[in-house]
């Protein structure tokens, strides 16, 4: 039994294809806390034992739960502008007006806490790596943001750079270097014929899964190393949603390949980082 209380055989497929799923659920995945989903258009819902962040990929909507009233949204898609986003609390009954797709990021909590809107101007950016391995970081849900679990950040990545690199972990918990996270990875490209390749890999779990990763894709991360490279000719996006027993990000790096941080020193950034202003 590994550190995520997942046992290291007997799990689902970690790469869902675009249009054969719709939500990740903690049974579906086989974890404790994290959930992520995708919706399109107007619906209603109640967030239950969860906390949520909706994130606008595009279109405008309006929120509207016993706790108040928000309006978010407005880029065309997420290669055309900063994110928004709205957390909502557990035991909340919601209704969303709009026309658009949103994702729905969650986790199980305990506590029920505040509503907090974030708007593009709430959002730090951050510029990570060098040379090749450049990629704009926004954070949504950092882990100085008052919720429970959940983490939230959108990675966009210019044609043929790697991003999530070194490949690092975060399934074994030992804080302050690393600590245990559940994390999905979903994939946005600018166009259907656009592609990366995914890595994840776990000695310990036997593990050592490369995939072309498309639109609309969802890879699942319980465990393992795990780095991704975007195609030649076209840059990717993809959304992480992250859940965790500790209010942390910290991950470790595959020791094989840490040596590669202290090169960055050597290299400049890709100029054509961020992406998205």
């Known amino acids: 039994m590994s550190d995520t209380g997942l046992s290291d055989t007997g799990l689902s497929d970690l790469l869902l294809r675009a249009g054969t799923w719709q939500d990740v659920t903690p049974d579906s995945a086989g974890w404790r806390h994290l959930s992520f989903g995708i919706r399109s258009g107007s619906f209603g819902a109640e967030t239950g034992e969860f906390e949520i962040a909706l994130v606008p990929l595009s279109g405008r909507f309006r929120v509207t739960s016993g706790d108040g009233e928000w309006e978010l949204g407005g880029r065309e898609h997420v290669f055309a502008g900063m994110p928004w986003a709205l957390y909502l609390p557990r035991e909340s009954t919601y209704r ?45 849900l950092k882990p100085e943001f008052p919720a429970e679990r959940l983490l939230v950040v959108e990675v966009f990545t210019p044609a043929g750079n790697w991003s999530s690199y070194p490949p690092h972990k975060h399934d074994e918990d030992r804080p302050p270097g690393e600590v245990v996270l559940e994390e999905t990875y979903y994939f946005r490209t600018p166009a259907p014929e656009a592609f990366a390749v995914q890595r994840l890999y776990s000695p310990r779990h036997g593990l050592d899964l490369t995939e072309t990763v498309r639109d609309g894709d969802v890879l699942l991360v319980p465990y393992g190393y795990h780095t991704t490279a975007a195609a030649h000719g076209y840059d990717l996006y993809y959304l992480n949603a992250l859940a965790g027993d500790r209010r942390s990000m910290a991950a470790a790096d595959d020791p094989g390949l840490a040596w590669i941080r202290g090169a960055w020193s050597e290299l400049r950034p890709d100029p054509r980082v961020p992406l998205v202003r």
Request: include cysteine; charged fraction near 35%.
């Open 96 to 140: 969303v007006e709009g026309d658009g797709e949103l994702a729905l990021c969650g986790a199980r909590c305990e506590e029920r806490r505040d509503p907090q809107l974030v708007r593009p101007d709430d959002v730090e950016i951050e510029v990570r790596g060098a040379g090749n391995a450049t990629r704009q970081i926004n954070h949504l």
